[in-house]
């Protein structure tokens, strides 16, 4: 098959990358180490730890989940909190230690939290005391041994932190009541494990480094196995591409995306560290004013949003005061860049705002609009080097650009499979080439433009909503009959929640059912629209036609 990407390649950049260029992210962590030792890696709430006390305090987090909590290579860890500067160090502690690295979303609900715990059998779980009373609810039905708990200002030093703590919990009262009695202050484990020999394991880049969880391209949440080589590949592929001008080593990146979702993962944490950048962690970008009050305070080299970020600060008093001469590289991902925002967001930063495409699946990057390209294009650009990609019919053949088909990728940014569902796995992956649900059309010169959804997935924000675990919520209600979940469009989100119902009990109403769906559900994927039918279109053997809704919505 031809690949017309291939001779589009702006010429200094590389059409393969060595995805073997580090043995593991270990490596690459030591190696940045080596070279950006005493230049800062995090800043959190006007906190900086440089690359050495990273290393430090790593190895000491690794050495207490080997030698205390007697964890053997390959067992799971969860991380369950917002940027704050324990998560670098807990997630390379775990790494460095040989483990699994599982992300799990802090506003999760009990249901969920519990589903992905004793799905990837996460032996051990170091989480926020905020979202602690939501653990307690579940831990015993999980096989979760041990807890490490943190509080939001344990590593801003004294007396910062006792002062950020204290009004955390006693002024704004953001720590529910809870017990887990047998918890570890994170502290005091990397207190204890800077006293304990840290033993280097054998990490092989075909190792798991992260179970990250996604609906997929269908069905219920479910563990992405992305190994070592993914990530690295992934790196070395974004690094060529972007190529050495816009990633130097005095980079500053602001993170306000979490880190536990893959896009800040790689695109931030990651990324930035290989080049020995420092990541500015906002812990919570949801308070616009004090966002932008950061920016107006920091110089910054580079920063990474979705749509509603971006959107969010255009429109938030100030913005327009913040210092944007030294930004190079403003990176929009997870849900498609509005041309609006784009044209708006080049307005007033002098920037342009770069459009980037990808799943978890895929670690995430697949491909990029091109850097240099004047304006907005509408399009997700081109592969990344050593990757491609190619539209396929309903039968899985390969068809020409011009025809609507869904998107294929290929690279060694792949995922290795599906957790321990072999079945899901070999729906998505045949022969290398990853579903990835999109239907899309490509240009002549290869440029990739995606046109709709192959799946009933909700994108709200950039993260994926399943109709179906939205519907299993609402039928669970005693008084809904039927439900139909799908997505409705939003000028913030792009897409929210919106669910038509048959009722059992007329007495039911939109305020109860979204209540009740509070309690179940994080908030992104509870229901912003509720309307109520006497009936819900079904096929001839009784499937109910979402599709049906959805054209109906759109006329």
């Not at 070279?35 to 050495?52: Q, R, V």
Request: one cysteine or more; charged letters at 20%; hydrophobic letters at 40%.
């Amino acid at each position: 098959m031809d690949f017309p990407w291939l001779q589009s390649y702006p010429d200094d950049v590389p059409a393969e990358i060595n995805p073997d260029q580090f043995n593991s992210l270990v490596d690459l962590l030591e190696r940045s180490i080596a070279d950006y030792g005493d230049k800062p890696a995090f800043s959190n709430m006007g906190k900086s730890i440089s690359y050495n006390e990273l290393d430090q305090q790593s190895k000491a987090f690794a050495a207490y989940l080997q030698n205390d909590l007697k964890l053997a290579q390959g067992d799971r860890v969860a991380l369950m909190m917002p940027n704050l500067l324990q998560y670098p160090v807990a997630l390379w502690g775990v790494l460095r230690a040989g483990m699994v690295v599982v992300n799990v979303n802090p506003l999760y609900t009990a249901r969920e939290l519990e589903h992905q715990l004793k799905d990837s059998g996460a032996k051990a779980i170091v989480i926020v005391a905020n979202f602690a009373s939501t653990l307690e609810q579940v831990i015993e039905h999980t096989p979760v041994e041990h807890v490490i708990l943190t509080e939001l200002g344990d590593m801003l030093g004294f007396p910062k932190r006792t002062l950020v703590n204290f009004v955390v919990k006693t002024v704004k009262k953001m720590v529910p009541a809870f017990s887990l009695p047998k918890a570890v202050p994170f502290n005091q484990a990397l207190a204890k494990g800077s006293s304990l020999p840290y033993q280097r394991p054998e990490i092989n880049n075909s190792d798991i480094a992260f179970l990250q969880y996604t609906g997929g391209t269908t069905g219920v949440s479910k563990g992405a196995v992305l190994i070592h080589r993914n990530l690295v590949a992934n790196l070395e592929q974004v690094c060529a591409y972007l190529g050495s001008d816009i990633l130097e080593n005095d980079e500053v990146v602001i993170t306000a995306l979490p880190l536990y979702h893959i896009f800040a993962l790689t695109a931030n944490c990651l990324l930035f560290m290989k080049i020995g950048g420092c990541n500015l962690l906002v812990t919570n970008p949801r308070d616009m004013p004090a966002f932008v009050k950061l920016l107006q305070n920091n110089r910054f080299t580079a920063i990474t949003g979705v749509n509603t970020l971006f959107n969010g600060l255009l429109n938030t008093p100030g913005f327009d005061q913040v210092d944007f001469s030294k930004l190079k590289l403003a990176l929009g991902g997870g849900m498609a860049v509005q041309r609006a925002v784009a044209e708006h967001w080049e307005k007033v930063t002098g920037s342009r705002l770069l459009e980037g495409y990808g799943l978890t699946e895929t670690s995430p990057a697949a491909s990029f609009a091109p850097y240099n390209s004047p304006g907005y294009d509408g399009t997700i650009g081109m592969p990344l080097p050593s990757t491609q990609m190619r539209l396929v019919d309903e039968l899985g053949n390969p068809i020409s650009g011009d025809e609507r088909g869904e998107i294929q990728v290929k690279g060694p940014q792949v995922m290795a499979g599906y957790w321990q569902r072999p079945d899901a796995t070999a729906e998505v992956l045949k022969d290398g080439w990853l579903s990835t649900g999109d239907i899309g059309v490509m240009s002549e010169k290869g440029y990739f433009t995606i046109v709709d959804r192959k799946k009933d997935m909700i994108l709200v924000s950039g993260f994926n909503v399943f109709p179906n675990e939205v519907e299993e919520v609402v039928v669970s209600h005693d008084k809904v009959l039927e439900v139909a979940a799908i997505g409705a469009p939003d000028e913030k989100a792009g897409e929210v929640v919106k669910v038509v119902v048959v009722r059992s009990d007329d007495s039911l109403t939109d305020k109860e059912l979204i209540a009740y769906c509070r309690e179940n559900l994080t908030a992104y994927k509870v229901p912003r629209y509720v309307e109520f039918r006497d009936e819900l279109p079904k096929t001839n053997v009784g499937k109910i036609l979402r599709r049906a809704l959805r054209e109906e919505q759109a006329a």
